[in-house]
């Protein structure tokens, strides 16, 4: 486990310390970049651009940001999303802000990268429902003023293509990140960041073994080569009453992407960042609040009853995961004036 | 008719000229403001807040900002809006932008302002579907970040109610306002602003009676009192083909509203300004692109077959009526940490 940022507490000005774990870090002010997709203003542009345009989809009404809200806390806090005719996926929103930091996307981890991940809602038929790519790239070049955008952005002859398009969207989510949470001031030496039940909440934590999975700096496992997933069983210690109330199990989770036996029922690990902004929790989304999720977390993956104080600790901690959001302009979405693209299914 | 700003044009650079027509007005910086809602930065901010959440839906996934997406031409693109459930309205979106100088909303004028109007697609059971405005403000009040945000903007002590609610959208949509189109420019002295083609437009604008009813610095007609509409018949000269291809009869339009005969097929008379930006056209959103919506036009309510030289024209000079669009800054939406609201209506 190789951290690239290591910051060890050996007390603090609370009365409750948090005193052997060795890797609290905090969130870097920028994300990690592919060698072949360099982060530039004009890439970040047109990927909010595109990450807006309700017409990436084949009605016209759900762009990226209407499951991955950035407005909020990058997700649309629902148990699922909804697409194209009224369709609901199966599974939750991940949430888009700090994604950038996960080495592996979506809840399964079938992406090595941003990149990939933002290939698949776009053409998947019960989200963003286009036919196929070349159908989003035909589109594309109907929309006189993404010419110019992608222009800018990459040096090609002809610059709009999937490739470009979603490795702009890709930059575009690398700038979502949310620093200077009351934890990462705290680990930065701000003691007063944490309230004293925050930091209880910090060492229940560690002492629980939650920062046995959600570790490193964005609560999401080790730092990883980007593509190389950090999974984990859930349940882990299955209990029949949680299983017959949320039906956590039905879903396969990353066995559905490797058909692998040993993958049944596993997932990656998700960040805790901002978890108090992405209720309802869980990949099916089942479990509504966040104090159950915590008693949920603690019986089926610790195999632990935690106790009323432990929860109230650890939610209290939880809380202090929440970041700054940076301020964001709008952007304009290019026009095709005089007429529209947006004829097909009516109904 | 009263005008508040009055342009007289008796030349130009062009070898083109505009010469009779009295009443070319530039769009003003700022909209009409009832008195019993004065515009503060606190209320504007509140209603984008409001605008874009789409919380105040029944299914959590559709803001006012669905329909009318103020990072394009504040409308949707589509013949018809879709709302919850996937259900589809009859009429198109009208725009946003510079409904401030509407003196009534809606495509049949049955809101006398925007406060008004605000009131009905959120309740509306093919639109947001929310259940009624008390549902409203209990869920506003079940999210924390609200209360702070009302009371900054409105003085009651108990301040989360409907009343401000639309009173805050709708100070917020005073402030989208689109000046300095071209023909801002043009009609302000900057004779370079229009190409020659586009002052031909404005001349046959004038000429074939465009200007009898699109008048005004809004092009909807004369500056009227708040709440007092300007309607015209559409179509005025019903066509059998047209009347086949694009079904405008259906709709009674204005009959909905007052049930008297007289009103049958009668429409509020809708902005130019941003025209080229709001396709498909028309109450049915039937009509796919600007320049069969103006042969139409010429057909329907001038009886005249415009000749294509008009046409093009015409088209080229509403080009012009497209605006600046002021910068914006994203909002941020209030949470509800460790929780949702979005637990009913999954399927």
Same mark, same amino acid.
């Given at each position: 486990?190789?951290?690239? +940022?290591?910051?060890?507490?050996?007390?603090?000005?609370?009365?409750?310390?948090?005193?052997?774990?060795?890797?609290?870090?905090?969130? %870097?002010?920028?994300?990690?970049?592919?060698?072949?997709?360099?982060?530039?203003?004009?890439?970040?542009?047109?990927?909010?651009?595109l990450? =807006?345009d309700?017409r990436l989809s084949s009605?016209?009404?759900?762009?990226?940001?209407?499951?991955?809200?950035?407005?909020?806390?990058? $997700?649309?806090?629902?148990?699922? &999303?909804?697409?194209?005719?009224?369709?609901?996926?199966?599974?939750?929103?991940?949430?888009?802000?700090?994604?950038?930091?996960?080495?592996?996307?979506?809840?399964?981890?079938?992406?090595?990268?941003?990149?990939?991940?933002a290939k698949g809602p776009v053409t998947n038929p019960?989200?963003m429902g286009m036919k196929d790519w070349d159908a989003v790239v035909k589109l594309l070049k109907e929309i006189?003023?993404y010419?110019?955008?992608f222009?800018?952005?990459?040096?090609e002859?002809d610059p709009i293509t999937a490739d470009n398009a979603v490795k702009?969207?890709?930059?575009?989510?690398?700038?979502?990140?949310?620093?200077?949470?009351?934890?990462?001031?705290?680990?930065?030496?701000? +003691?007063?960041?944490?309230?004293?039940?925050?930091?209880?909440?910090?060492?229940?934590?560690?002492?629980?073994?939650? &920062?046995?999975?959600?570790?490193?700096?964005?609560?999401?496992? %080790? @730092?990883?080569?980007?593509?190389?997933?950090? =999974?984990?069983?859930?349940?882990?210690?299955?209990?029949?009453?949680?299983?017959?109330?949320?039906?956590?199990?039905?879903?396969?989770?990353?066995?559905?992407?490797?058909?692998? $036996?040993? $993958? @049944?029922?596993?997932?990656?690990?998700?960040?805790?960042?901002?978890?108090?902004?992405?209720?309802?929790?869980? +990949?099916?989304?089942?479990?509504?609040?966040?104090?159950?999720?915590?008693?949920?977390?603690?019986?089926?993956?610790?195999? @632990?009853?935690?106790?009323?104080?432990?929860?109230?600790?650890?939610?209290?901690?939880?809380?202090?995961? /929440?970041?700054?959001? %940076?301020?964001?302009?709008?952007?304009?979405?290019?026009? /095709?004036?005089?007429? /529209?693209l947006?004829?097909e299914?009516?109904?």
């Amino acid at each position: 486990m190789k951290l690239s +940022h290591t910051l060890i507490i050996v007390g603090c000005l609370s009365t409750a310390t948090v005193s052997t774990y060795a890797a609290w870090e905090a969130l %870097p002010e920028t994300a990690p970049v592919p060698a072949n997709n360099p982060q530039t203003n004009d890439k970040e542009e047109l990927g909010k651009v595109l990450f =807006f345009d309700p017409r990436l989809s084949s009605s016209g009404t759900i762009s990226c940001n209407s499951c991955h809200n950035v407005m909020a806390g990058g $997700d649309d806090n629902r148990p699922n &999303s909804i697409g194209v005719k009224n369709q609901h996926g199966g599974r939750g929103a991940p949430t888009v802000w700090n994604a950038a930091f996960h080495s592996v996307q979506f809840w399964d981890g079938r992406a090595a990268s941003l990149e990939e991940q933002a290939k698949g809602p776009v053409t998947n038929p019960i989200e963003m429902g286009m036919k196929d790519w070349d159908a989003v790239v035909k589109l594309l070049k109907e929309i006189p003023g993404y010419a110019p955008l992608f222009k800018a952005a990459f040096t090609e002859k002809d610059p709009i293509t999937a490739d470009n398009a979603v490795k702009a969207i890709a930059a575009y989510e690398r700038t979502l990140i949310t620093p200077n949470t009351p934890y990462d001031r705290y680990v930065n030496g701000d +003691h007063a960041a944490l309230s004293e039940q925050q930091v209880k909440g910090m060492q229940t934590f560690e002492e629980v073994g939650c &920062s046995s999975c959600h570790s490193g700096m964005n609560f999401s496992g %080790p @730092k990883m080569e980007m593509g190389s997933g950090f =999974f984990m069983k859930f349940p882990t210690y299955p209990a029949k009453e949680l299983e017959s109330k949320y039906e956590f199990s039905k879903d396969l989770g990353r066995n559905e992407v490797t058909k692998q $036996d040993a $993958d @049944k029922n596993f997932w990656r690990i998700p960040t805790l960042r901002n978890i108090a902004l992405t209720a309802p929790y869980f +990949h099916n989304g089942k479990v509504t609040t966040l104090e159950e999720a915590v008693k949920v977390m603690g019986k089926l993956q610790l195999n @632990k009853d935690l106790s009323e104080e432990q929860v109230q600790n650890l939610v209290a901690f939880l809380n202090a995961l /929440t970041g700054e959001f %940076p301020p964001q302009t709008m952007p304009r979405l290019p026009a /095709t004036p005089g007429q /529209t693209l947006m004829v097909e299914e009516q109904k």
